[in-house]
């Protein structure tokens, strides 16, 4: 194993393997948990799970053209997916684009058929945008405060544009994604103090003047466990995790997907179906390969002699790996229901094709690692030697 760790692209192939395993296991809970809602909503039982193939097929090309680019490129990808982002983002406000789903938050895009989240692909852009700016600020790292000062401009910039589509999950990812970035590049511990103490005062606040927020906090607290119309997902989602068994009851054969998770079943509450369906052994297999991709992710980020490799690559890993807790943490009742998915495993196109191009620029960084850039400059190698051929004349 040690040896097996020590190869040029162990990291390149932990990521791969990892992600790969949990996109085609998402690609079976989808079609699973996703049947009976799908048929209530356009008698098509395969409705949801079509449209997730087609993001999929659509993403794996381009995620395996991005992880193939070198650093510059990735800088500039990072200026244009940030760029493009507020663009998105700001597009959802103007009328006859923005559409809430009917989930009551104004956080979906509709361009002609297909119906975009912009917040999912901010998450992407954020983070090659923040290494990129480190990355050119490189010789005030030594003066972190003056470095913060314009990623917290735009991080702001994007926090308050998904606040104001009510998209507070999104927006406690984005808070995640700000404070690695900041812990990375080395700022103080009581400025990063201060600002989780005006973010937590800024949740509670928008919790509070929120009624349907607040009808979360309560159901979370067991204060509505008897009221007949607080939503039931939650506890049907520990019914389903706690019918599963070791080895569950077999996939496709969930029973509270055709209950009280509605659309949860293949969204937030997918994790409970999965446990559900594939048992205890499933829910860890699934926590062993987020745990194997956590560590690839923050192994690369420590070997990385480029600071915009190091950045990228932590900041993308923390963003994947607190998303994936949320969600779990929801399905298990130990986090109130805030609506983020489960990276590679929840149905959403746009949350996958993001998931997919975070994956590529992982894979773009390991192959950035010292020892695996230089077995690529050997195989590339230079001018190959020149071999003399001595033939016998009298032959």
């Known amino acids: 194993m040690g040896e097996a760790l020590n190869a040029p692209l162990a ?12 996109v085609f296991l998402g690609a079976l809970m989808v079609l699973s948990a996703s049947s009976v809602y799908s048929q209530s909503i356009s008698d098509n039982p395969w409705y949801i799970a079509q449209r997730q193939l087609m993001f999929l097929v659509l993403g794996l090309p381009l995620a395996w053209w991005v992880s193939r680019r070198e650093e510059r490129t990735l800088k500039t990808l990072g200026w244009v997916g940030f760029i493009g982002a507020l663009v998105l983002l700001l597009l959802v406000f103007v009328p006859g684009f923005g559409d809430d789903a009917g989930k009551g938050n104004l956080a979906w895009l509709k361009l002609g058929p297909i119906r975009i989240q912009p917040s999912e692909f901010a998450k992407l852009g954020l983070v090659a945008w923040s290494a990129a700016v480190i990355a050119a600020k490189e010789k005030v790292l030594d003066r972190p405060r003056e470095l913060a ?7 702001a910039l994007v926090e308050i544009l998904v606040l104001a589509q ?4 999104t927006g406690l990812v984005i808070a995640a994604i700000i404070f690695s970035i900041l812990f990375v590049i080395g700022v103080p511990g009581r400025m990063l103090g201060a600002l989780g103490g005006v973010g937590l005062l800024g949740v509670a606040f928008l919790v509070i003047t929120s009624p349907n927020r607040m009808k979360r ?4 607290w067991g204060a509505s466990d008897a009221d007949p119309n607080a939503s039931q997902q939650p506890m049907s989602a520990i019914y389903a995790l706690a019918s599963g068994g070791w080895w569950g009851r077999g996939l496709g054969y969930s029973r509270q997907k055709w209950g009280n998770l509605n659309d949860g079943a293949q969204n937030d509450f997918i994790f409970a179906v999965l446990g559900e369906e594939l048992g205890l052994m499933g829910t860890l297999a699934v926590l062993c390969l987020f745990a194997v991709l956590c560590y690839a992710g923050y192994r690369i980020a420590m070997r990385a002699d480029s600071i915009f490799i190091r950045v990228l690559a932590a900041a993308t890993t923390s963003w994947l790996m607190f998303q994936a807790l949320v969600n779990i943490g929801v399905a ?5 229901v805030v609506g983020v998915p489960l990276p590679f495993i929840s149905a959403g196109g746009s949350a996958l094709l993001a998931n997919l191009l975070a994956v590529a620029l992982l894979l773009a960084c ?3 690692e010292p020892e695996a850039r230089r077995l690529r400059e050997r195989k590339a190698g230079g001018p190959r030697p020149r071999i003399t051929t001595v033939v016998d004349g009298d032959r």
């Open 217 to 220: 906090i309560l159901i979370f």
């Open 149 to 155: 000062f314009p990623l917290l401009v735009g991080f």
């Open 366 to 368: 390991a192959r950035q």
């Open 332 to 336: 298990m009742k130990m986090l109130p």
């Open 11 to 22: 990291s390149w192939y932990l990521v791969l393997v990892s992600s790969s395993l949990l």
């Open 166 to 169: 009510k998209d507070l999950g």
